[in-house]
C-alpha cells in the first residue's frame, strides 16, 4: 500500500485529505509541522508528501530544501498544497522538483484525482524499480553460481582456466616475470575419504581452501581445478618468488592441526612461469611438475 504523509497546520486541511486519501485506499500520516516532517521522515519512509509551505517551525520550502539535500529522502515525490498562489512562490516550488503545486482553495475531488494520478504513476515506477533490482539479484546470483565451485566458494574449473586464458593474454608473448602458476594435489586424499569418510574430506577442502585463500596476495586467483587438485595464478610473479609462495602453502597445510588427531593433510604442488604457452600448454607442463612431486615423495613442490 502506498504511503502519503501530508503537512499541514491546518487540522481542518489534515482531516479532509487524510480522509478523502484513506477512502482511496491510501495509507496517510499526518504532521502539523515542518520540523516534524524533517524528524520522522525517514521513519515514516513516504512514497508520497504533500506539503503546506506556510506552516509553524519550519516552512514548506525549508522542508524541500532539506529533502531535496539528503540523498535518503531527494527522491520522495513533493505536492505543495498552499494558499500561496503568487506566480513567485509557485515557480519557488517547482524549482524543488515538486511534482505538483495545488493552490487553496482546492475542489476536494479534484485534489484526490490528481494525487491519484501521480501515485499511480509513482506505483508503477516503483514496481519497474523493484523488478529491475530483483532481476539485477538473480542475474548477479546466477553468475556468481556460473563460476564458483559450491563446496568450497573457490573459483570452479572453468572459470580459473578462462581467468588463466585471460591473464596469458594481459602477458604478451615471452613477457618475463608476468606470470606464475600453482597446481597442488592434496596428498593420499581417498585415503582420506576412505578413513575418515567424506564429510571430513570435505572439511579438509573446504578448510585447506580457506587457509591457502589467507596466505595468497589480493590480486592471486584460487580455484579448484578437479576434485582435490587447485590452481593458483599468480599475477607479475616470477618463478623463484612464486616457489617461495608455494612453498610456504604447502608447509602451512602440512602444520595444520585437525580435530581427528590422527589426520594428517599434506599436498604435492607443481610450479611453471609462463613462457608463451596457452593455457592448456602450461597448465600441462604444470601438471607433470605435480606428479613429479608425488614420484619424488609427496609433500614436497617441484618447480
Ligand atoms: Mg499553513
Redesign the pocket.
Known sequence: MLKILVA???DT?RTMVSFKLKSCGYEVVTVEDGLEVINNVESINPDLIML????PNMNGFEVASRLRASPTTQNIPIIFL??MADTEDVLKGLGFGAIDYITKPFKPEILVAKVCNHLNMIKSRKEITQTNEQLKQENKGLEEKAVTDGLTGLYNHNFIIERLSQEIARCNRYKANCLSIFMFDLDHFKAINDNYGHLVGDEVLVRVSAEIKRLLREVDILGRYGGEEFLVLLPDTSLENACVAAEKIRERVATLNWSAETLKVALSGGVCAFNGEDAIELIKKTDILLYLAKRNGRNRIEC
Open positions: 499541514d497546520d491546518s486541511i503546506d509551505v506556510s506552516m498552499t494558499a
